[in-house]
């Protein structure tokens, strides 16, 4: 059973920038593509990013590509989303999820998620 705890959400102008944690309490964390997802209320859940065991295979939705990214550090059990020039419209809660299948779907039955951590870009 792998546990996803995410961090370091909060309140940040637009332009600004925010990195959230994904601390697993797993050591077969690396055998996980690590994902993030956000979601605000009466919205479907938005796949965000992803990434594949080694770090070298990584998505991006359009709408994060070039201010978002995305990083594990298999060693600390940890992956990192650093939101740079960040807009109103990514404020939602943004949660981790592990799984050992390469998706994106959001409505995919990811194995494990965080409970989510609240961004919120004030303008």
């Known amino acids: 059973q792998v546990q996803l705890v995410e961090s370091g959400g909060g309140l940040v102008q637009a332009g600004g920038s925010l990195r959230l944690s994904c601390a697993a309490s797993?050591?077969?964390?690396?055998?996980?593509?690590l994902y993030w997802f956000r979601q605000t209320p009466g919205k479907e859940r938005e796949f965000v990013t992803r990434?594949?065991?080694?770090?070298?295979?990584?998505d991006y939705a359009e709408s994060v590509k070039g201010r978002f990214t995305i990083s594990r550090d298999n060693a600390k059990n940890t992956a990192y989303l650093q939101m740079n020039d960040v807009k109103p419209e990514d404020t939602a809660v943004y949660y981790c999820?592990?799984?050992?299948?390469?998706?994106?779907?959001?409505?995919?039955?990811?194995?494990?998620w965080g409970q989510g951590t609240q961004v919120t870009v004030s303008s």
């Open positions: 990434i594949n065991w080694s770090g070298r295979r990584i």
């Open positions: 797993e050591r077969t964390f690396s055998d996980y593509v």
């Open positions: 999820a592990a799984d050992r299948v390469w998706q994106s779907d959001p409505l995919y039955a990811y194995a494990y």
